[in-house]
Nanobody, 115 residues
Framework: QVQLVESGGGLVQAGGSLRLSCAAS????????VGWYRQAPGKQRELVAV???????NYADSVKGRFTISRDNAKNTVYLQMNSLKPEDTAVYYC?????????WGQGTQVTVSS
């Protein structure tokens, strides 16, 4: 059973930074892709950033240049560094990992950006 545990969310002022962490129960290198999604109230869950085994990364247009996804295989952890935060980044952020065609989700961490 794969378990993903997010941490690092909180309340920050616009222009500030946060770093989210996602700790996986297994060898994170075994996942084909690991990424971050977010869901704001009344909106659908959307992809924020994903890192694919082999090194490719993809970002939502709305976060390009501000957010950076990285992975530490030795710690089985994926990070999302979020800079220049905006109120519209407010959402619950979820970690997702894909393995053998199956997707796994963490419980989510709240990020609130005040104006």
């Amino acid at each position: 059973q794969v378990q993903l545990v997010e941490s690092g969310g909180g309340l920050v002022q616009a222009g500030g930074s946060l770093r989210l962490s996602c700790a996986a129960s297994g060898n994170i290198f075994s996942f084909r892709a690991v990424g971050w999604y977010r869901q704001a109230p009344g909106k659908q869950r959307e992809l924020v950033a994903v890192t694919i085994r082999g090194g490719n990364t993809n970002y939502a247009d709305s976060v390009k240049g501000r957010f950076t996804i990285s992975r530490d295989n030795a710690k089985n952890t994926v990070y999302l560094q979020m800079n220049s935060l905006k109120p519209e980044d407010t959402a619950v952020y979820y970690c997702n990992a894909e393995k053998y065609g199956l997707g796994y989700w963490g419980q989510g961490t709240q990020v609130t950006v005040s104006s």
